[in-house]
């Protein structure tokens, strides 16, 4: 009888279990989650009703409607085109932590090292970012049905909000992975439906709808630079370029597909069917949902209140177009939809920092790899909401340009996740491009099409990523005039701050310990991939 060492060559694992195997691990999680399971999370992660909403303003400021109109559907495609790439690469490889599990796989372990930091990061600012906008939003939600709430409003209220949120989002992850399938689900048609609602009043209830000409032609500068003109070269090439942090922002973390590959039936296509579908799909729906809020913009005088808009958000267009009780309706769709975002970030966290210690690159690694009774990394759910609140602190510091409050921390929360995630997300995406046709394709793969895809959607994540790096303000222009520390991006630091920690870590230690994945099955012992 011959005798193999291939620990996916036993005939009691399922095929998922055996690719598992084959990939170097036993299949520790539960695997209870369907195709539609895996989709769902990334879809509720992408929520069209947070990140639409909630960075609406940060858009409009810097363009006006043309930057909703335009931008979120040229951005949309070139996010696709970054799924289609992402799809391919976990149907090769399904396995929880894929991002930096691709990169060691194709470039060593030390890509494997910057991807997984950088991924670990953009997590954790997503959460920390969903959790605090769905805050921000069940305080506008409540304000908008009391006066007297609304009189008391204070930072200390919204930031103790979030932490509830948080808190709340840490204890049902922990009780049961299979609850966060369930809960998934339900969130894909509270997103469907709600957004159908939201859609539907927009059009009906309103007086009166800008034109066309407005939404696709009209230009807005509220950002502070450049004097508010609409017409010059950095208009152009530097504000609207500001705006790009509602799309991007808003169609991020459908790694999440990757990260519960292994707790999904049939990953290799079912995991990579999640990436593309979730960003197509909310690509669609959150465009609907945009210009439905743009048309509804009111008029103050004769004319679109720009100026309002651009100070007031999402909820004074509401307010004006829906009347107070219609407008907290909106919200409360858009707040408990947040909630379910903010509860998948946290799965889709957890399971990042789970594998990543499994391989032991996390210190305190036996802490975060360890799973309760249910399953579940309960430890490093725990730790995700812990880093989660500390890194929002700066929100507790008021920060006006003018009379507007500008959420200048939530801006910069936000950036530090899509610059973490999508310069993840490069690294074995150029990898993959560089191997060439000597990458092992899986089930569903891009073909030949991967030589101008993948260097496109490299391009595309640095070029958004050094925008969003920049001031939003000229308060934070450092050797300015009106320079001042509250007024700054603190994204850069962050960001350019770990990547030098990573980069010092790595040469004085990590370099000497850190192989990549370390596989957990026994080659001698293929049964102990059960």
Same mark, same amino acid.
């Given at each position: 009888?011959?005798?193999?060492?291939?620990?996916?060559?036993?005939?009691?694992?399922?095929?998922?279990?055996?690719?598992?195997?084959?990939?170097?691990?036993? @299949?520790?999680?539960?695997?209870?989650?369907?195709?539609?399971?895996?989709?769902?999370?990334?879809?509720?992660?992408?929520?069209?009703?947070?990140?639409?909403?909630?960075?609406?303003?940060?858009?409009?400021?810097?363009?006006?409607?043309?930057?909703?109109?335009?931008?979120?559907?040229?951005?949309?495609?070139?996010?696709?085109?970054?799924?289609?790439?992402?799809?391919?690469?976990?149907?090769?490889?399904?396995?929880?932590? &894929?991002? =930096?599990?691709?990169?060691?796989?194709?470039?060593?372990?030390?890509?494997?090292?910057?991807?997984?930091?950088?991924?670990?990061?953009?997590?954790?600012?997503?959460?920390?970012? #969903?959790?605090?906008?769905?805050?921000?939003?069940?305080?506008?939600?409540?304000? %908008?049905?009391?006066?007297?709430?609304?009189?008391?409003?204070?930072?200390?209220?919204?930031?103790?909000?979030?932490?509830?949120?948080?808190?709340? %989002?840490?204890?049902?992850?922990?009780?049961? &992975?299979?609850?966060?399938?369930?809960?998934?689900?339900?969130?894909?048609?509270?997103?469907?439906?709600?957004?159908?609602?939201? #859609?539907?009043?927009?059009?009906?209830?309103?007086?009166?709808?800008?034109?066309?000409?407005?939404?696709?032609?009209?230009?807005?500068?509220?950002? &502070?630079?450049?004097?508010?003109? %609409?017409?010059?070269?950095?208009?152009?090439?530097?504000?609207?370029?500001?705006?790009?942090?509602?799309?991007? =922002?808003?169609?991020?973390?459908?790694?999440?597909? !990757?990260?519960?590959?292994?707790?999904?039936?049939?990953?290799? @296509?079912?995991?990579?069917?999640?990436?593309?579908?979730?960003?197509? =799909?909310?690509?669609?729906?959150?465009?609907?949902?945009?210009?439905?809020?743009?048309?509804?913009?009111?008029?103050?005088?004769?004319?679109?209140?720009?100026?309002? !808009?651009?100070?007031?958000?999402?909820?004074?267009?509401?307010?004006?177009?829906?009347?107070?009780?219609?407008?907290?309706?909106?919200?409360?769709?858009?707040?408990?939809? @947040?909630?379910?975002?903010?509860?998948?970030?946290?799965?889709?966290?957890?399971?990042?920092?789970?594998?990543?210690?499994?391989?032991?690159?996390?210190?305190?690694?036996?802490?975060?790899? @360890?799973?309760?009774?249910?399953?579940?990394?309960?430890?490093?759910?725990?730790?995700?909401?812990?880093?989660?609140?500390?890194?929002?602190?700066?929100?507790?510091?008021? #920060?006006?340009?003018?009379?507007?409050?500008?959420?200048?921390?939530?801006?910069?929360?936000?950036?530090?996740?899509?610059?973490?995630?999508?310069?993840?997300?490069?690294?074995?995406?150029?990898?993959?491009?560089?191997?060439?046709?000597?990458?092992?394709?899986?089930?569903?793969?891009?073909?030949?099409? =991967?030589?101008?895809?993948?260097?496109?959607?490299?391009?595309?994540?640095?070029?958004?990523?050094?925008?969003?790096?920049?001031?939003?303000?000229?308060?934070?222009?450092?050797?300015?005039?009106?320079?001042?520390?509250?007024?700054?991006?603190?994204?850069?630091?962050? %960001?350019?701050?770990?990547?030098?920690?990573?980069? *010092?870590?790595?040469?004085?230690?990590?370099?000497?310990?850190?192989?990549?994945?370390?596989?957990?099955?026994?080659?001698?012992?293929?049964?102990?991939? *059960?």
């Amino acid at each position: 009888m011959a005798v193999t060492n291939d620990p996916g060559a036993d005939p009691h694992l399922d095929a998922d279990a055996k690719r598992l195997a084959e990939l170097g691990y036993k @299949q520790d999680l539960k695997r209870s989650w369907s195709s539609f399971s895996n989709f769902a999370i990334s879809f509720s992660i992408i929520s069209i009703l947070a990140g639409c909403f909630t960075n609406y303003g940060a858009g409009f400021n810097n363009g006006g409607p043309i930057s909703i109109s335009w931008s979120w559907p040229i951005l949309s495609i070139l996010i696709l085109i970054i799924g289609f790439t992402m799809s391919e690469l976990v149907s090769s490889y399904p396995t929880s932590g &894929g991002i =930096y599990w691709w990169a060691s796989k194709l470039g060593g372990p030390r890509a494997g090292f910057y991807a997984g930091w950088l991924n670990m990061v953009g997590l954790i600012a997503v959460t920390a970012g #969903v959790a605090y906008g769905c805050a921000t939003f069940i305080d506008l939600t409540i304000s %908008t049905w009391s006066e007297s709430y609304a009189a008391d409003y204070s930072l200390s209220r919204v930031f103790l909000t979030f932490l509830v949120v948080l808190a709340f %989002t840490a204890v049902v992850n922990i009780f049961s &992975g299979h609850l966060m399938a369930v809960m998934n689900n339900i969130s894909v048609w509270w997103h469907v439906f709600g957004a159908a609602a939201i #859609v539907v009043l927009l059009v009906v209830v309103p007086d009166h709808h800008q034109s066309f000409s407005y939404v696709f032609t009209e230009r807005f500068n509220n950002s &502070g630079f450049g004097d508010g003109s %609409t017409s010059s070269f950095g208009f152009f090439f530097a504000i609207i370029p500001f705006g790009f942090l509602l799309t991007q =922002y808003t169609i991020t973390g459908f790694d999440a597909s !990757v990260h519960l590959s292994e707790e999904t039936q049939s990953a290799s @296509q079912g995991a990579a069917q999640g990436v593309w579908k979730s960003i197509a =799909y909310s690509a669609v729906g959150g465009y609907i949902l945009l210009l439905a809020v743009t048309f509804a913009i009111p008029d103050l005088n004769g004319a679109p209140d720009n100026a309002g !808009v651009g100070g007031g958000g999402v909820a004074y267009i509401f307010v004006s177009a829906l009347g107070s009780t219609k407008a907290g309706l909106v919200l409360f769709i858009s707040a408990t939809a @947040q909630v379910f975002c903010a509860t998948a970030c946290m799965t889709s966290a957890s399971r990042m920092l789970y594998a990543f210690s499994r391989d032991g690159a996390v210190p305190g690694s036996r802490h975060w790899q @360890q799973l309760s009774a249910s399953r579940v990394p309960a430890k490093a759910v725990g730790l995700v909401a812990v880093v989660s609140a500390i890194v929002t602190a700066p929100a507790l510091i008021e #920060v006006n340009v003018g009379t507007i409050v500008v959420p200048v921390a939530f801006y910069a929360v936000t950036s530090i996740a899509v610059i973490g995630l999508y310069l993840s997300f490069a690294i074995p995406i150029f990898l993959r491009w560089r191997h060439g046709d000597k990458f092992e394709v899986g089930p569903w793969n891009n073909g030949a099409k =991967y030589k101008w895809m993948n260097p496109l959607a490299v391009a595309e994540i640095v070029i958004v990523s050094i925008y969003l790096m920049m001031p939003f303000v000229p308060g934070a222009v450092p050797f300015s005039d009106d320079f001042e520390w509250k007024f700054v991006n603190y994204a850069p630091i962050v %960001t350019l701050g770990i990547l030098l920690g990573i980069t *010092v870590w790595w040469q004085l230690s990590a370099k000497n310990w850190f192989k990549g994945p370390i596989r957990t099955v026994d080659e001698a012992d293929p049964a102990g991939a *059960v």
